[in-house]
């Protein structure tokens, strides 16, 4: 299993872009980077692409994405929730076509496809079985394992604040990718937004290190641009406290498990 990430921050700007990543250049993981990241030929690799929630910087890149694969209809996968929010600012037929349906001298089919996903009922997508998992997020937000032909397994927890331990039972991956948005500074922040910071994260960690016999790589993102220097100092002692290696990912990263 070979993970990009396009982009690895919550504000966008010349060097930082928003969430998404790629599996095996064939699946991609939220959708705020996905179109402006990838040529127009990676872009018609991409078979499915799932959603953790609706906010902007997570399904930005949708329209996008749609205008420029009119030939073939790609399948989203995503909670009702987050079709509704597509369905009614950005794929909504007003400022761009709706691309989940047929549109005269346009689109022969749709583009897009809208696959309603509940937690904890896994589904299988290209040959990866892929089981939402809810987390704590200001509206309806899933984190996603996705465990590939293989049996690799990675667990992305999109955005989330504290509480992962209730899901840790239901999980066992090789590599975890966790939302962290915050410096300890602005932890009251973090937790009115529904996010982490390297004190918060250190707890979940800690926790993980309770219930599972092995612990897996760790990956963060969705990192606070301005922030990033304070943050990466915080998480390094996170990771000497713990005695675990904890890496930060960056736009254009590649990660083989
Ligand atoms: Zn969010
Ligand atoms: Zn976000």
Redesign the pocket.
Known sequence: MIIRFLGTHNAESKDTKLASFVIDNVLAVDAGSLASELTLSEQEKIKAILLT?G?Y??IRGIPAFAFNNTDHTTKIYATSQTFKILSSHLVDGVIYPKFTKKIPFFLEKPSLKFIEIDPFETVNILGYKVLPLPVN??II?VGFEITSKDGKKIFYTG?TGPGLSALWKHISPNLIILDLTFPNRLENRAINSKHLCPRLLKRELKELQRVMEYFPKVVITHLSPRDEEEIKKEVNEVSKELKIPIDIACEGDKISI
């Open positions: 929630h906010h910087d997570h997020h200001t937000s955005d």
